[in-house]
């Protein structure tokens, strides 16, 4: 069972746009796609707020730039439960970083590998 990545993501977003610190842009590394889903519930139930932007094509940088320039305020990435090099990308761009943990034994041993 998953830690609740994805419910704090798109909870946050969805706050930091109700609280005017919009536009927030909420995006999903996971192929599971959860927040992508999330976010198309809501888009059928007429809510199209925060936004939502695929995947970057080339990198995460220019995407970040182009959300920017395009007057995005924030950026909510929902990343999959890796420790790849699409993560590895966004932690050296992130501003703040929430690692939501299940408190179990092997977690521990994993930790050590993220904070390198
Ligand atoms: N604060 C919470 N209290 C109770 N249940 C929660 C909470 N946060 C998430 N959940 C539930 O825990 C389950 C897993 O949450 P979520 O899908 O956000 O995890 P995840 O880490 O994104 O999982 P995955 O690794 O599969 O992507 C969901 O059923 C969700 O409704
Ligand atoms: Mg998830």
Known sequence: MGSGKSTVTVHLAAAAE?????????????????AADWFNQR?????????????????????????????????????APSIGA???????LADLILIPLNPTLRI?????KVCR
């Open 108 to 112: 521990s041993g994993r930790w050590s």
């Open 18 to 34: 109700q609280a005017g610190d919009g536009p927030v842009v909420i995006s999903d590394t996971d192929p599971q796609g959860t």
């Open 43 to 79: 888009k059928k139930a007429g809510i199209n707020t925060p936004l939502y932007s695929p995947s970057p094509c080339p990198t995460w940088a220019k995407k970040i730039q182009a959300l920017s320039d395009a007057g995005a305020a924030c950026l909510f990435i929902d990343t």
């Open 86 to 92: 699409v993560n590895a990308d966004l932690f050296a």
